[in-house]
Each structure stands twice: as structure tokens, then as C-alpha cells.
């Protein structure tokens, strides 16, 4: 068979588009600009920011592990509003899907028996709402392999969580390997990082292949422009 390869999202719109059929759905996605708009009105509300980002970041960890205020319902309501119940935005294709494949036994089963061999890369960057669409396609007799480092979670903001598919998965018998050895980092990066990460409680340590001496040097820089200018000058010394 023919190995399949794609994002969360990818992989649920396809789900989408072959559950919705002959019957296409009438939902389509937010083109970027609408998203844009969107957020401009939420921020007229004043009572949820004044930064568009960060309101869109809010809303993508909300719908990701639910709200727990008061607040946090209110915006996800007056976003659902604005946006209408006929456009989708990324986290919508999730839950749409999984519910789909939750309601749809036959089709779930036919799923699950596609793909005999799952492969998760970067594991430790999926949030909650990712993790249980995921864990749709994974009966007890497939073969499962993760690959993540808990120390590299980028998105926690938008609520990933290195614990949120092996917390799904906990009943699945498995090993755990764990790689000790780095190839890429200077031994000076490395044990730098390694102090840094320690900070959130995190014993992990790597052992370098690389030899030699000296220390990163640190610089704080007014924006990305003046940082790429800086990383320029100190590649070409």
C-alpha cells in the first residue's frame, strides 16, 4: 500500500470531503482576510484585547481545550456569530471530522483498517482537539510509533500538550525509547539549552557527539529585522 502523508488538518479535510459526499457540505473556509475582519470586530468589544494576534491565538487554545470562564464562553460565542454557521476555520475541519468519524461506525472501521502503521512526528505540538481526531484512526491492533521531545512544546500557547495523545493512547502496550544523543548542537548550545529547560522542571539530559569549546553568545534585538542583520554579520564574522 501506499504510505499517506499530511498534517491534521490535511487529513480531515479529506475526511470531510469524502463523508460529506454525495451530499457536499455547504461549509467552506475562512479566506484570511475574512479571519482579519473578524478579529477587527472583536477587538471594537474592548473586552477582550486590543491585539488581533493574541485574540486569535485565544481563541485557537479555547477551541482546542475548551473554555473555563465566563469570558472565555463570551468570546467564543460572539466569534461563532461572526463567523456564521457556513465558515470553517481550521479547528472546525477537526471537529467536524472527528465527530463525523465518531458518528459514522462503518466508516471509522474502514479508517482503521487503512492504515495498519501510524507514524506522529512532532507529537509533542499537538493540542488536545488534534489528539482526539487522531485517535480515531488508532484501534489497539495497529502499530503506533511517536516522535517527540517535551522540551521543544512551541505552541503551548495555542494549547498543545506533549501528554494529550499518549493520555488517549494509554491503554495501547508499548516501548519507549529514548534517544540521549545529540548529533547537531555544539556542546556549549546544548548545555546552555539544557540549563534553560531546567527551569520548567525537566531532569532530560543529552550527551554531544560535536567537540570543542566556547560558549553562544546572547543578543535581545528591537525586532526581526535588526535580528536577521545581527545573525548576518555574525556568520560572515
Partial sequence: RAAMIGTCHSLAFRVLRRLSSPQPSSKRLLHTWEKERIL??????????????????????????????????????????????????????????????????????????????????????????????????????????????????????????????????????????ELRTNYRSHPGVLGATQRLIRHNGSMRTMAPVRTGEGRPHFARVRDEIVEACVVAETVHG
Fill in 40 to 177: 477587527r470586530r472583536l477587538v471594537q468589544h474592548r473586552r477582550f484585547g486590543s491585539d488581533p494576534v493574541e485574540i486569535e491565538e485565544r481563541i485557537t487554545r479555547l477551541k482546542a481545550c475548551a473554555a473555563v470562564t465566563d469570558g472565555d464562553q463570551e468570546l467564543l460565542t460572539l466569534y461563532a456569530q461572526e463567523k456564521g454557521p457556513c465558515r470553517m476555520d481550521f479547528q472546525d475541519l477537526l471537529i467536524d471530522a472527528t465527530q463525523l468519524l465518531i458518528s459514522a461506525e462503518e466508516w471509522r472501521i474502514l479508517y482503521q483498517s487503512s492504515y495498519t502503521h501510524v507514524l506522529i512526528d512532532e507529537a509533542q505540538d499537538l493540542d488536545p482537539l488534534q489528539a482526539r481526531f487522531i485517535a480515531r484512526f488508532l484501534p489497539p491492533q495497529n502499530v503506533l510509533t511517536v516522535f517527540m521531545d517535551p522540551d521543544q512544546t512551541i505552541y503551548s500557547y495555542a494549547g498543545a500538550d506533549p501528554d494529550a495523545l499518549l493520555h488517549l493512547c494509554a491503554d495501547f502496550p508499548k516501548t519507549m525509547i
